[in-house]
């Protein structure tokens, strides 16, 4: 397992952009998957976006277009860049790693809180 620690969330007029970033203990280059998951009040946790150490990205369909998730190998720090934000998106957003393709997400973050409101 890997301890991981996000930041960047804050609050946002709708339209708005913000850049989330999550910071890993040690190195992520080995995990195959680094993704972002958000929950939002009264509702249950979803997934957001992946990106494996090969290169591919996958985005829940809610976000494609808006979201971009990235990974600095170099650096042990995945991002997660969010454009046109909507009131939809309003939830507390979580850092998850997958050792393997087939492996359940078993290390998170504590969380950063994203607001979109006017």
């Known amino acids: 397992q890997v301890e991981l620690v996000e930041s960047g969330g804050g609050l946002v007029q709708p339209g708005g952009s913000l850049r989330l970033s999550c910071a890993a203990s040690r190195s992520i280059l080995s995990i195959y998957g680094v993704g972002w998951h958000r929950q939002a009040p009264g509702k249950q946790r979803e997934w957001v976006a992946t990106a494996s150490n090969s290169g591919v990205t996958m985005y829940r369909d809610s976000v494609k277009g808006r979201f971009t998730i990235s990974r600095d190998n170099a650096k042990n720090t995945v991002y997660l860049q969010m454009n046109n934000l909507k009131p939809e998106d309003t939830a507390v957003y979580y850092c998850?790693?997958?050792?393997?393709?087939?492996?359940?997400?078993?290390?998170w973050g504590q969380g950063t809180q994203v607001t979109v409101s006017s």
């Open positions: 998850a790693t997958k050792p393997r393709l087939v492996s359940t997400w078993d290390s």
